[in-house]
C-alpha cells in the first residue's frame, strides 16, 4: 500500500496508539471523554470500537485521581496513556505530574520504570478564552524528568506517539488543538501530511529543518511552525531565506539543529505559542549567547505570547497572539529591514 | 416552605428571561459557522454551553439570595447569572467580546463576573466551590448575614475540589449551599458510569452537612429546598448540599455533535418541560392572571431582544486594549 | 471510471440543507485501493468517512471546504 494516504494529526494519533495498543496488551488508554466520543480532539477514535471498555476508559472528573492512577499502573506493569483534556486544567492535578510521575523514576534510583503518556491539547487563537487556550510549554519542560514532545503535522505526530508509548518513562504529549484536522476548527493546510500505514517511530531530542535558508535561523514548534513557514514564504519574496526549525521535542532539546543553523546564518529568530517571559523562547537564546555570542550578527528577537491573560474577544486575542506578519517583522528587524507597512 | 405570587412571578420571569436567552443565543452563534462549522468565526466565536432546561435551579435559588449573597456558576453559567441579577446588557456584550462588556470583552461567557451582585464564574470544573467557601469566610469574619451559593454539574461532585470544599465548609460552619445541577451528562459520560453513588446528596452526610435530592426538575421543591438551605446558613448554623435532577436540551457545547445521546431523550424532557409546569401551576393553582404572566414573558423577553441589540452595536475594544487590566 | 459519490440519503437535507467536504486523506492524482478511506463530509455536527468505489486514480473534484449533499460527486476514479 502506498504511503501516498493522508492523514490528519488526530488520526495519525488514534492509529498510533491503536497499533502500539495491539502490539502490547499491555497498552491501554484513559481519560474524559475518550470512549464513545472518541476523545473531544480526536486523538483516540476508534479505539473503544477496536478494543473495549477494559483497555479504553472513560473516567469521571477526577484528573488528580486518574493521572495518579495511571502513574501507579505504569509502575506496575501497565503503559498508560491518559489524557488530560486541555493542559490548561493541569492546576487540579499538577502534583500528579510533577511529583508523581516526573520523579519516581529518579527516587527509585532507575529501579521503578514510569512508562506512562499524558497527552494533552494546547493552542488557541479560536477564541475559547484565558482558560482553555494556553500552550504552557516552558511550564512543563522546566520539570526535570518528565519528556515533552509537541508535534507540528501528522506524519511526525504519528512517530512521536509510538515514540512515547514505548519510552519507559513519562513522557508529556502536547498536541495542539489547532492541527488536529477536527472537522470543527480550521487547520493550516501543511498539518494533514502523508502518513505510513505502518508503525514507526520518531527519536526525541531530533529538530527538523522544515524549510533550509541562509539569512536567518527561526526556531519554534507545534502550530507556530506553520506560521513560521508562512512568514518565509512571504520573505522569499524580499530576497530573504529564512530556515525553519522545527523542535518537535522540547524535552531533549536539539541545541545543536539550533546552534548549526544560527552558525550558518548568523541571525535568530524564537516563536513561541506560550507565554513570553522566563520560557522556551528564552531557553533557546541561552542555548546561543552561552555557547558563543559570537554566532549572531545581529540582536536575536521572540515572537510569543504577551504576559497577559488569554483575552477572549477576538481583536483582543489576535492582538496577542503569535503570527505569521509578527515573525516576518521580527526577521526584518535582525536584517536591519523595514518593517511591513 | 410555598412561593408567594410575587416569588410564582419572579421565578417565572427568571425561567423565561433565561430559556428566551439561550434560545436566542442558539441562534446568534450559528452566525457565520455554516455550512462549515469553524468555531473560532461568526459572530460569537469560541465554546457556548447552553442551560435551557435548568432553569429552575437557577430561579428557585436565586430567588432566596440577595444583591450582596455571592454566587459562583460554571461554564454553563448563563441562566444563573441572569437569575442573580447580572447586568444582561453588559454580559451580552461581553460574550460578544464587546468594549461594553462586564470585562470589556476580555472574559467571554465562560468567565462573567460582576461585583455589583457578586456573580462569577469559571470554566474549570470544580472550581466554584472553593471561592463559594471563600464568601462564606468573608461574610463569617465581617459579621455579615450574607450566603454563598455554589453551582456544580453532577461531574464535578467528583472533583478533588468539591469534596475539599464541602469538607472545609462543614468545619468552618461556612454559610453555602451547594447547589448540585445534575443533568446526567459531563459530555458524553453519563452519571452512572461516572460516579459511585446513585444520588450525591448522600455524600452530603459524609461531608457533615445535610444533602437534599430534587428528582424531577421542579421549580417549587426547589424552591422548598434552597429557601431552607439559605435560612440555615443565614442563621449560622452552616452548610447544605441541594442536588437537582435537572435536563439540557443542547449538547453539552454547541457544535457537540451528541453521539452518546439517546435519540429521543430530548423529545421526552421537552415534555416536562419545567416552565410550562410552573405556568400550569401559576395559572390553576396560584390563580395568577394569564395576562399577568404574558406580559411577564413578553417583558422579559423584550430585556432579552434589548440586550442582543445592545451588544450587536456595541463596538469591539481596540486590540491594544488586550495588555490592560492584567495587575489591580 | 467511478464515482466518489456522497451517498444518497446520508442526512435529512429537509434539516441540514447542506454538508462541506472536510478533509481529503488522498492528493489528487493518487493511486488508491478499493475501500481506502478517501475523504471525511460533515453535515452540522455529524461526519461522515467517504471510501473508494473503485481502485484506480483519484480525481478530486470538489476540494475541502467544498459544499455538498447527499448524492453530489466529490471525485472520481479512473481505471488504469
Excluded at chain 1, 111 to 133: E, I, N, W
Excluded at chain 2, 39 to 56: C, F, N, S, W, Y
Excluded at chain 3, 24 to 45: H, Y
Aim: hydrophobic share 45%; with cysteine; net charge negative.
Amino acid at each position: 500500500m502506498d504511503s501516498n494516504r493522508i492523514l490528519t494529526v488526530s488520526r495519525a494519533m488514534a492509529e498510533a496508539i491503536g497499533q502500539e495498543m495491539k502490539r502490547d496488551k499491555n497498552v491501554f488508554v484513559m481519560g474524559e471523554d475518550i470512549g464513545a466520543y472518541g476523545g473531544i480532539f480526536g486523538a483516540t477514535q476508534g479505539l473503544l470500537e477496536e478494543f473495549g471498555e477494559e483497555r479504553v476508559r472513560d473516567t469521571p472528573i477526577s484528573e488528580t485521581a486518574f493521572i495518579g492512577a495511571g502513574v501507579g499502573a505504569a509502575m506496575s506493569g501497565m503503559r498508560p496513556i491518559v489524557e488530560l483534556m486541555f493542559v490548561d486544567f493541569f492546576g487540579v492535578c499538577m502534583d500528579a505530574i510533577y511529583n508523581l510521575a516526573a520523579k519516581n523514576v529518579y527516587f527509585s534510583g532507575g529501579h521503578f520504570k514510569v512508562p506512562m503518556v499524558l497527552m494533552t491539547a494546547t493552542g488557541g487563537g479560536y477564541s475559547d478564552a484565558g482558560q482553555h487556550s494556553q500552550t504552557l510549554h516552558a511550564t512543563f519542560a522546566h520539570l526535570p524528568g518528565l519528556k515533552v514532545v509537541a508535534p507540528s503535522n501528522a506524519y511526525d505526530a504519528k512517530g512521536l506517539m509510538t515514540s512515547a508509548i514505548r519510552d519507559d518513562g513519562p513522557v508529556l504529549y502536547m498536541f495542539h488543538k489547532g492541527l488536529q484536522g477536527l472537522v470543527w476548527m480550521a487547520s493550516p493546510e501543511g498539518a494533514a501530511t502523508p502518513v505510513p500505514e505502518e508503525s514507526y517511530t520518531i527519536p526525541f531530542g531530533e529538530a527538523k529543518v522544515a524549510r533550509e535558508g541562509k539569512d536567518v535561523t527561526i526556531v519554534t514548534l507545534s502550530m507556530m511552525v506553520h506560521r513560521a513557514l508562512e512568514a518565509a514564504g512571504a520573505l522569499a519574496g524580499e530576497g530573504v531565506e529564512a530556515e525553519v526549525i522545527d523542535l518537535r521535542t522540547l524535552v531533549p532539546l536539539d541545541r545543536e539543529a539550533v546552534l548549526s543553523s544560527v552558525a550558518k546564518t548568523g541571525r535568530l529568530v524564537v516563536v513561541d505559542e506560550d507565554y513570553r517571559s522566563f520560557g522556551l523562547t528564552a531557553e533557546i537564546l541561552a542555548t546561543v549567547v552561552e555557547t558563543d555570542p559570537g554566532l549572531l550578527r545581529a540582536a536575536p528577537r521572540r515572537v510569543a505570547y504577551p504576559n497577559i491573560p488569554i483575552p477572549y474577544s477576538r481583536p483582543m486575542e489576535q492582538f496577542a497572539l503569535p503570527d505569521a506578519a509578527k515573525i516576518a517583522d521580527a526577521v526584518r528587524e535582525t536584517l536591519d529591514l523595514k518593517k511591513a507597512a | 416552605m410555598a412561593p408567594t405570587k410575587d416569588q410564582l412571578l419572579w421565578m417565572y420571569a427568571a425561567m423565561a428571561k433565561a430559556r428566551y436567552y439561550e434560545d436566542t443565543m442558539a441562534g446568534v452563534y450559528m452566525e457565520g459557522k455554516t455550512p462549515k462549522f469553524d468555531i473560532g468565526a461568526g459572530t460569537v466565536p469560541g465554546e457556548m454551553h447552553l442551560a435551557a432546561g435548568q432553569e429552575p435551579c437557577a430561579a428557585g435559588v436565586c430567588v432566596h439570595l440577595r444583591p450582596d449573597d455571592a454566587v459562583t456558576a460554571t461554564h454553563r453559567p448563563h441562566h444563573v447569572a441572569i437569575a442573580k441579577g447580572v447586568d444582561l446588557k453588559k454580559m451580552t456584550a461581553e460574550i460578544f467580546g464587546k468594549k461594553t462588556g462586564l470585562a470589556g470583552g476580555r472574559g467571554g461567557h465562560m468567565h462573567l463576573l460582576d461585583p455589583e451582585v457578586n456573580f462569577s464564574c469559571s470554566g474549570i470544573i470544580g472550581e466554584s466551590a472553593g471561592p463559594a467557601d471563600g464568601a462564606g469566610l468573608a461574610a463569617r469574619l465581617s459579621g455579615r448575614d450574607s450566603v454563598a451559593v455554589a453551582y456544580l454539574g453532577e461531574g464535578a461532585a467528583n472533583q478533588g475540589a468539591f469534596h475539599e470544599a464541602l469538607n472545609l465548609a462543614a468545619l468552618w460552619t461556612l454559610p453555602v449551599v451547594f447547589v448540585i445541577e445534575d443533568n446526567s451528562w459531563g459530555i458524553s459520560v453519563p452519571k452512572s458510569k461516572s460516579t459511585a453513588v446513585k444520588d450525591n446528596s448522600v455524600r452530603a452526610e459524609g461531608y457533615g452537612m445535610p444533602g437534599a435530592h430534587i428528582a424531577d426538575n421542579d421549580t417549587l421543591k426547589i424552591f422548598d429546598a434552597a429557601g431552607k438551605a439559605v435560612k440555615r446558613a443565614r442563621a449560622g448554623k452552616g452548610p447544605s448540599l441541594i442536588e437537582i435532577v435537572t435536563y439540557r436540551y443542547y449538547g453539552h457545547f454547541q457544535g457537540d455533535p451528541e453521539v452518546y445521546r439517546p435519540e429521543k431523550e430530548v423529545g421526552k424532557l421537552k415534555a416536562k418541560d419545567p416552565i410550562k409546569r410552573l405556568r400550569k401551576h401559576m395559572i390553576k393553582k396560584a390563580g395568577i392572571p394569564k395576562g399577568e404572566i404574558e406580559e411577564t414573558l413578553e417583558a422579559a423577553k423584550a430585556e432579552v431582544d434589548e440586550a442582543f441589540a445592545f451588544a450587536r452595536e456595541s463596538l469591539y475594544p481596540a486590540p491594544r486594549e488586550a495588555l490592560d487590566h492584567v495587575f489591580a | 471510471m467511478a464515482d466518489v459519490r456522497v451517498p444518497e440519503g446520508l442526512w435529512d437535507v429537509a434539516k441540514i440543507p447542506e454538508g462541506v467536504v472536510a478533509n481529503w486523506f488522498f492528493g489528487d492524482g493518487s493511486r488508491i485501493e478499493e475501500g481506502a478511506t478517501l475523504a471525511e463530509v460533515v453535515a452540522e455536527k455529524s461526519s461522515f468517512d467517504i471510501t473508494a468505489p473503485a481502485a484506480g486514480t483519484l480525481r478530486i473534484v470538489v476540494p475541502k471546504d467544498g459544499v455538498v449533499t447527499p448524492g453530489s460527486v466529490i471525485g472520481r476514479i479512473e481505471d488504469g
